[in-house]
């Protein structure tokens, strides 16, 4: 079994360029909270919030 160096080096290059654009990206948001994160600045009714837990319960 071989290991390709240049496919190897080439993955590698990727995966560290998306790890900067993604810390780069991360830097260029405000601080949010995490509520803000996962509801995109929408707010959970009680309503959905009532029939998530549900959900979550119920298998």
């Known amino acids: 079994m071989a290991i390709y160096a240049l496919g190897l080096v080439g993955i590698l290059v990727f ?6 654009v993604g ?15 996962l509801l995109a600045g929408r ?3 009680l309503a959905v919030g009532v029939l998530t837990l549900i959900a ?3 298998p």
């Open 43 to 45: 707010n959970l009714g």
């Open 15 to 20: 995966y560290v360029l998306v790890l900067a």
């Open 23 to 37: 810390i780069w990206a991360g830097t260029k948001q405000k601080n949010n909270g995490e509520e803000e994160v």
């Open 56 to 58: 979550l319960i119920v």
